[in-house]
């Protein structure tokens, strides 16, 4: 109870922080938006090849966007030592990391609930015409990045090419992630069986499990020193 | 006989190729304050962070009531409460937020009444609803000391807390600081103002290149001694 407590304590903190401060989600939007958009001029209207990889734009936008976002994120933590004040607090520090994990899930959730719709438009593609199980792609997808993404925040945001160290560790590391969620949403934009997605979502979820396992074995020593 | 609460033995802790403290024994009794002193890059703020558990000693042991650092629960850490020259505080959040955050975490009972109480005491009661952000250096070192006495810590450590206040902070600091020895807490505080921390002190210590190489009870020397010494320690 004390563990989910402190998850709790963590994700309230970060979410009234977000809704004073309008930092994170803001940022994060105007560049999905804008990423978004700009790759819409690419494509003349009709092309048949548009299809085969606007998946992989809207990943890319969610994607560069959340790296922002973690950045900032992990920027509220260190300033003013806050992040020190958490370590030092009565609690497993997993649930430090989970809690600062499922707030950044919360913002790229957000901007993603903002982005798709205008997608759809933008491409004129109906990702839903088979259901809502884009959504599962979506909130995994999500996930596996908000777990890599935070913990990759917290080892890069003490060094001084922060900007830039974050997506050179994140990014490597999180291709099985990107790669299955782009090509499960594929099958659907392109009307293909929707049963081909399941193995690509059952890789996501085995992915997402491995990570959290692996970020929870090691967080403790990741923030030892 | 003084009650062991800390002792440290041979501790050495290394960043990378520096060498920050050096085979560092000592021990801290139930009820101490002790003033640690020593010039920039001494190694007194590793000291601290070893102390309330930050960070773990490259070798050597530090044992909490005998029992080893990584024999003890997270709990155990509720038992601190670190005054630091940073303030642990969100600047975008108002003080009551802060307060109320880190009580949850710390698992306080009865959180609004204890934080009306320490605000009292630190007379930013009036302040509760200001963001941070808008806060002076002194207000911020006041919020951060409720911060750090919420929980009732039984440790109290504090990095150069006196840094940058002014004179009307100074003395609530000092005041407070008082209060907890009186109530036989036990305080460490690095500082670099010598009479600051030689009049609150019961015991001295000074560090220098990463070597305690000043231990004393403040009943054993007087202030132009602990001077003399202390200018002789750091210019060695």
């Given at each position: 109870m004390k563990y989910l407590g402190s998850i709790s304590a963590i994700v309230s903190k970060d979410v009234l922080h977000e809704l004073k401060s309008r930092e994170i989600v803001v940022s994060m939007l105007l560049f999905s938006v804008l990423t978004v958009v700009v790759f819409s001029f690419i494509f003349e209207p009709?092309?048949?090849?548009k299809n085969e990889v606007v998946g992989g734009i809207l990943w890319m936008s969610f994607v560069f966007a959340g790296i922002l976002g973690l950045n900032k994120s992990m920027m509220s933590e260190v300033t003013g030592g806050n992040f020190s004040a958490l370590l030092l607090a009565p609690v497993d520090r997993s649930a430090i990391f989970f809690g600062k994990a499922i707030s950044n899930f919360i913002f790229i959730a957000m901007v993603e609930i903002f982005t798709i719709p205008l997608f759809m438009v933008l491409y004129n593609v109906n990702i839903f015409a088979y259901g809502a199980m884009p959504v599962v792609i979506f909130l995994l997808g999500t996930y596996g990045f908000a777990i890599l993404g935070t913990l990759f925040s917290i080892i890069s945001v003490n060094t001084r090419t922060r900007e830039v160290m974050l997506p050179l560790l994140l990014l490597p590391i999180i291709v099985p992630v990107i790669l299955s969620s782009v090509q499960a949403l594929n099958i659907y934009i392109l009307g293909h069986d929707p049963a081909d997605a399941v193995k690509w979502m059952q890789l996501l979820a085995g992915f997402d499990a491995i990570f959290t396992v692996v970020v929870f074995a090691v967080f403790d020593f990741i923030v030892e020193d | 006989m003084p009650e062991t609460l800390v002792e440290f033995k041979k501790v050495n802790k290394k960043y990378g190729h520096i060498h920050a403290l050096r085979d560092v024994s000592v021990s801290l009794n139930k009820g101490e304050f002790v003033s640690v002193f020593g010039p920039n890059g001494a190694g007194k703020s590793t000291f601290l962070k070893l102390l309330c558990t930050m960070t773990p000693p490259t070798s050597g042991q530090i044992l909490y009531e005998n029992t080893p650092l990584n024999k003890l629960q997270d709990s155990f850490r509720s038992r601190f409460g670190v005054i630091s020259h940073q303030p642990f505080l969100y600047s975008e959040l108002t003080a009551l937020e802060n307060l109320r955050f880190y009580a949850k975490l710390y698992d306080v009972q009865n959180i609004d009444e204890r934080i009306k109480v320490l605000l009292d005491k630190v007379e930013l009661y009036k302040r509760r609803n200001d963001k941070v952000r808008g806060y002076s250096r002194g207000m911020l070192q006041r919020l951060s000391i409720t911060r750090a006495l919420l929980h009732d810590p039984e440790i109290v450590v504090l990095d150069e807390p006196y840094t940058g206040l002014d004179t009307h902070a100074s003395d609530i600091l000092t005041r407070i600081l008082m209060e907890l020895f009186d109530d036989h807490k036990t305080i460490v505080m690095v500082t670099h103002n010598m009479k600051q921390g030689y009049d609150a002190a019961s015991r001295l210590a000074i560090i220098k290149g990463g070597q305690l190489v000043f231990n004393e009870q403040k009943a054993n020397i007087s202030v132009q001694e602990f001077d003399e010494r202390y200018i002789e320690a750091v210019s060695r």
């Amino acid at each position: 109870m004390k563990y989910l407590g402190s998850i709790s304590a963590i994700v309230s903190k970060d979410v009234l922080h977000e809704l004073k401060s309008r930092e994170i989600v803001v940022s994060m939007l105007l560049f999905s938006v804008l990423t978004v958009v700009v790759f819409s001029f690419i494509f003349e209207p009709g092309s048949q090849f548009k299809n085969e990889v606007v998946g992989g734009i809207l990943w890319m936008s969610f994607v560069f966007a959340g790296i922002l976002g973690l950045n900032k994120s992990m920027m509220s933590e260190v300033t003013g030592g806050n992040f020190s004040a958490l370590l030092l607090a009565p609690v497993d520090r997993s649930a430090i990391f989970f809690g600062k994990a499922i707030s950044n899930f919360i913002f790229i959730a957000m901007v993603e609930i903002f982005t798709i719709p205008l997608f759809m438009v933008l491409y004129n593609v109906n990702i839903f015409a088979y259901g809502a199980m884009p959504v599962v792609i979506f909130l995994l997808g999500t996930y596996g990045f908000a777990i890599l993404g935070t913990l990759f925040s917290i080892i890069s945001v003490n060094t001084r090419t922060r900007e830039v160290m974050l997506p050179l560790l994140l990014l490597p590391i999180i291709v099985p992630v990107i790669l299955s969620s782009v090509q499960a949403l594929n099958i659907y934009i392109l009307g293909h069986d929707p049963a081909d997605a399941v193995k690509w979502m059952q890789l996501l979820a085995g992915f997402d499990a491995i990570f959290t396992v692996v970020v929870f074995a090691v967080f403790d020593f990741i923030v030892e020193d | 006989m003084p009650e062991t609460l800390v002792e440290f033995k041979k501790v050495n802790k290394k960043y990378g190729h520096i060498h920050a403290l050096r085979d560092v024994s000592v021990s801290l009794n139930k009820g101490e304050f002790v003033s640690v002193f020593g010039p920039n890059g001494a190694g007194k703020s590793t000291f601290l962070k070893l102390l309330c558990t930050m960070t773990p000693p490259t070798s050597g042991q530090i044992l909490y009531e005998n029992t080893p650092l990584n024999k003890l629960q997270d709990s155990f850490r509720s038992r601190f409460g670190v005054i630091s020259h940073q303030p642990f505080l969100y600047s975008e959040l108002t003080a009551l937020e802060n307060l109320r955050f880190y009580a949850k975490l710390y698992d306080v009972q009865n959180i609004d009444e204890r934080i009306k109480v320490l605000l009292d005491k630190v007379e930013l009661y009036k302040r509760r609803n200001d963001k941070v952000r808008g806060y002076s250096r002194g207000m911020l070192q006041r919020l951060s000391i409720t911060r750090a006495l919420l929980h009732d810590p039984e440790i109290v450590v504090l990095d150069e807390p006196y840094t940058g206040l002014d004179t009307h902070a100074s003395d609530i600091l000092t005041r407070i600081l008082m209060e907890l020895f009186d109530d036989h807490k036990t305080i460490v505080m690095v500082t670099h103002n010598m009479k600051q921390g030689y009049d609150a002190a019961s015991r001295l210590a000074i560090i220098k290149g990463g070597q305690l190489v000043f231990n004393e009870q403040k009943a054993n020397i007087s202030v132009q001694e602990f001077d003399e010494r202390y200018i002789e320690a750091v210019s060695r």
